[in-house]
């Protein structure tokens, strides 16, 4: 344990060092924005000073209207000055804000500026587009009572000094770098065998799924840390590995045990039906078996997905097996409604099981006929977009009410009608996911979408 006392030890320096930075750094930022402020501060003090000089030597014989339109004349002056003529030109940091408020309440002065509460001293958020500022800002001000419940505001907007910032930031970065270059030395002497022993584990979790959880870590390694990972990596493999085992020979079970005695009594309807030749209730019977019997292939189905090892050994090419598909099946299946098949493939290839992935692809089809409108069209499309594969089935249809529609990737759930399952679209998924990819659906104009990703084979590793 002591080899690792020098790991310990680095990563309390670089705690320290963290925290050291982070304190000088606030604490020079707070020096240089309390400048600022203060700064500030005393210019709108002046502002104010000169402002109320110039209100305070008006003519004693104006009237009342008559001081608060010279009053206002002088804050529209120093309002529009303070932002050069609204041209924005000149660069000012500390941009003067002026208001008046007259006695019923409403202000004039600068543009969109709202009245802060309080008296005195006064320090608030500017929004953005005030005073020619591009984001929100803060600013100091004073608030002078002329009295009959008139009163003015002179501010400043402030923004610590950006000479004053970049000092503070180089100084924090200083000691940053020397704080970070220590802790580094001393790291770097023991981290120079750690990344192939991590590279190893990284790349037995990678074959884990590939290989069925059966390959296991070194457990000799000279350090006790590696070795305790290695015996809980093993033991977490060889968990995986065994309910892998189970699941597998419980489907080979569930497979017997439901098709068997369905296929039992369709053998014994049949013998019925020619006894009893044109019993309606026997063909109706037989009807519901092979329904169940749908049903049962389809669960099959899912359970083979979701045991199989990794994403599969196969290479398919997305836009070959869709055009195939669609010209061997479903070109037929839509003579019914008179439908029309657009495909629009790119080409690629993706890792999953072919089996699998026809089967999937024939549960969105078979969804988008379904569900066309007659005499309409069934839009495919395979496309590249980046590292996936992106397969999209779209149909004119009725489409799907927004908040049901990620529940009919659910086992079970089926919007069809009695002679649907609701297992379809619940395989898809979980071929789709076991293959490291997904699967949305969503509504468009007129009709539904389904489109699956996947991820592309990279080039090298088709050679």
């Given at each position: 344990?002591l080899?690792?006392?020098?790991?310990r030890t680095?990563?309390v320096?670089g705690?320290?060092?963290a925290?050291?930075?982070?304190g000088?750094?606030?604490?020079?930022l707070?020096?240089?924005a309390?400048n600022?402020r203060?700064?500030?501060?005393?210019?709108?003090?002046a502002?104010?000073?000169v402002?109320?000089?110039?209100?305070a030597?008006?003519?004693?014989?104006?009237s009342?209207e008559e001081?608060e339109?010279?009053v206002?004349?002088?804050?529209a002056?120093?309002?529009?000055?303070?932002t050069?003529g609204?041209?924005?030109?000149?660069?000012?940091?500390?941009?003067a804000?002026f208001?008046y408020?007259?006695?019923?309440?409403t202000?004039r002065?600068?543009?969109r500026?709202?009245w802060p509460?309080?008296s005195?001293?006064v320090?608030?958020?500017?929004?953005?587009?005030?005073?020619?500022q591009?984001?929100?800002?803060?600013?100091v001000?004073?608030i002078?009572d002329?009295?009959?419940?008139?009163?003015?505001l002179?501010?400043?907007?402030?923004?610590p000094?950006?000479r004053?910032?970049?000092?503070?930031?180089?100084?924090?970065?200083?000691?940053?770098i020397?704080?970070l270059?220590?802790?580094?030395?001393l790291?770097?002497?023991?981290?120079?065998?750690w990344?192939t022993r991590l590279?190893?584990?990284?790349?037995l979790?990678?074959?884990a799924?590939?290989?069925?959880?059966?390959?296991?870590?070194?457990?000799?390694?000279d350090?006790?840390?590696?070795?305790?990972l290695?015996r809980?990596?093993?033991?977490l493999?060889?968990r995986?590995?065994?309910?892998i085992?189970?699941?597998?020979?419980?489907?080979r079970?569930v497979?017997?045990?439901?098709r068997?005695?369905?296929?039992?009594?369709?053998?014994?309807?049949?013998?019925?039906?020619a006894?009893a030749?044109?019993?309606?209730?026997i063909?109706?019977?037989?009807?519901?078996?092979?329904?169940v019997?749908?049903?049962?292939r389809?669960l099959?189905?899912?359970i083979?997905?979701?045991?199989?090892?990794?994403a599969g050994?196969?290479?398919?090419d997305?836009a070959?097996?869709?055009?195939?598909?669609?010209?061997?099946?479903?070109?037929?299946?839509?003579?019914?409604?008179?439908?029309?098949f657009?495909?629009d493939?790119?080409?690629?290839?993706?890792?999953?099981?072919?089996?699998l992935?026809?089967?999937?692809?024939?549960n969105?089809?078979?969804n988008?006929v379904?569900f066309?409108?007659?005499e309409?069209?069934?839009?495919?499309?395979v496309e590249?977009?980046?590292?996936?594969?992106?397969?999209?089935?779209?149909?004119?249809?009725?489409?799907?009410?927004?908040?049901?529609?990620?529940r009919?990737f659910?086992?079970?759930?089926?919007?069809?009608?009695?002679?649907?399952?609701?297992?379809?679209?619940?395989f898809v998924?979980?071929?789709?996911l076991?293959a490291?990819?997904?699967v949305?659906a969503?509504?468009?104009?007129?009709g539904?979408r389904i489109?699956i990703?996947?991820p592309?084979?990279?080039?090298?590793?088709?050679?």
């Amino acid at each position: 344990m002591l080899r690792w006392l020098p790991l310990r030890t680095t990563l309390v320096i670089g705690a320290l060092a963290a925290v050291a930075l982070a304190g000088l750094t606030l604490g020079l930022l707070q020096m240089v924005a309390g400048n600022a402020r203060d700064l500030a501060l005393v210019r709108s003090q002046a502002d104010a000073a000169v402002l109320s000089s110039k209100i305070a030597s008006l003519p004693p014989g104006y009237s009342v209207e008559e001081r608060e339109a010279e009053v206002l004349t002088m804050i529209a002056a120093r309002a529009l000055q303070a932002t050069d003529g609204g041209r924005c030109d000149s660069g000012e940091r500390t941009r003067a804000l002026f208001l008046y408020r007259m006695a019923d309440g409403t202000t004039r002065g600068t543009p969109r500026l709202v009245w802060p509460g309080g008296s005195g001293e006064v320090r608030f958020s500017v929004p953005a587009g005030v005073a020619c500022q591009h984001a929100r800002a803060t600013a100091v001000g004073v608030i002078e009572d002329l009295g009959g419940g008139r009163s003015f505001l002179s501010a400043r907007i402030y923004s610590p000094d950006p000479r004053l910032v970049t000092r503070a930031y180089l100084l924090a970065g200083g000691v940053a770098i020397a704080f970070l270059a220590l802790a580094s030395l001393l790291a770097w002497a023991l981290m120079r065998g750690w990344r192939t022993r991590l590279d190893r584990f990284n790349a037995l979790l990678d074959r884990a799924d590939r290989s069925g959880f059966s390959e296991r870590a070194e457990e000799d390694d000279d350090q006790p840390e590696f070795r305790s990972l290695a015996r809980h990596l093993n033991a977490l493999l060889a968990r995986s590995e065994d309910m892998i085992g189970g699941m597998r020979r419980l489907h080979r079970h569930v497979a017997h045990d439901l098709r068997g005695p369905v296929m039992v009594a369709r053998r014994h309807l049949e013998a019925l039906g020619a006894k009893a030749p044109g019993e309606p209730l026997i063909g109706e019977t037989d009807a519901k078996l092979v329904t169940v019997d749908k049903r049962c292939r389809m669960l099959l189905g899912i359970i083979d997905a979701e045991v199989s090892r990794g994403a599969g050994t196969d290479i398919v090419d997305p836009a070959a097996r869709v055009r195939q598909l669609i010209d061997d099946m479903f070109v037929y299946l839509g003579d019914d409604k008179d439908l029309d098949f657009d495909l629009d493939a790119q080409q690629g290839q993706v890792r999953v099981p072919g089996d699998l992935f026809d089967r999937m692809i024939e549960n969105i089809l078979g969804n988008a006929v379904k569900f066309a409108t007659p005499e309409t069209m069934v839009r495919c499309r395979v496309e590249r977009d980046g590292d996936e594969m992106r397969i999209t089935v779209e149909n004119d249809g009725p489409g799907i009410e927004p908040s049901k529609i990620d529940r009919i990737f659910e086992p079970g759930y089926s919007s069809g009608g009695a002679d649907s399952h609701g297992l379809g679209l619940a395989f898809v998924k979980t071929v789709s996911l076991r293959a490291g990819g997904n699967v949305q659906a969503s509504n468009i104009a007129h009709g539904f979408r389904i489109a699956i990703s996947l991820p592309a084979v990279k080039e090298e590793a088709r050679a």
